[in-house]
């Protein structure tokens, strides 16, 4: 089953420059709906994609617990260099509708990662 999901950033801007800009993303009329709260362990973990009959998953905000001083890096597969991520910052990856499954390597466990996917 599916749900409707809107997603938006709004940026704010304070000092030498001052304005707020609200970036929106096309609304996704067949989103999972799901939120997902995992442990993830040293090494790559691969992440899938939720999968639910008439949905797809346009995008997913991971969100590491706060106070979180551990590595994440993202990857496309289990051999690539990677990214880094920003440990405590949510982050947010857009996804092209093809996509199963990407890795997030760590060299140090991190307990309650929540993945929400729109």
């Given at each position: 089953?599916?749900?409707?999901?809107?997603?938006?950033?709004?940026?704010?801007?304070?000092?030498?420059?001052?304005?707020?800009?609200?970036v929106?993303?096309l609304?996704?009329?067949?989103?999972?709906?799901?939120i997902?709260?995992?442990?993830?362990?040293?090494g790559?973990?691969?992440?899938?994609?939720?999968?639910?009959?008439?949905?797809?998953?346009?995008?997913?905000?991971?969100?590491?617990?706060?106070?979180?001083?551990?590595?994440?890096?993202?990857?496309?597969?289990?051999?690539?260099?990677?990214?880094?991520?920003?440990?405590?910052?949510?982050?947010?990856?857009?996804?092209?509708p093809?996509?199963?499954?990407?890795?997030?390597?760590?060299?140090?466990?991190?307990?309650?990662v929540?993945?929400?996917?729109?």
């Amino acid at each position: 089953m599916s749900t409707a999901c809107t997603r938006t950033m709004t940026l704010t801007y304070t000092g030498d420059l001052t304005a707020t800009q609200t970036v929106e993303a096309l609304q996704n009329p067949a989103s999972p709906g799901v939120i997902e709260y995992r442990n993830l362990v040293v090494g790559a973990n691969t992440i899938t994609v939720p999968v639910a009959t008439g949905a797809t998953a346009v995008s997913v905000t991971m969100s590491p617990p706060a106070g979180n001083t551990h590595a994440i890096r993202l990857k496309g597969v289990v051999g690539d260099t990677g990214v880094g991520l920003h440990v405590t910052d949510p982050t947010t990856i857009a996804l092209a509708p093809t996509v199963a499954t990407f890795v997030l390597d760590l060299d140090t466990a991190i307990a309650g990662v929540r993945f929400f996917w729109s």
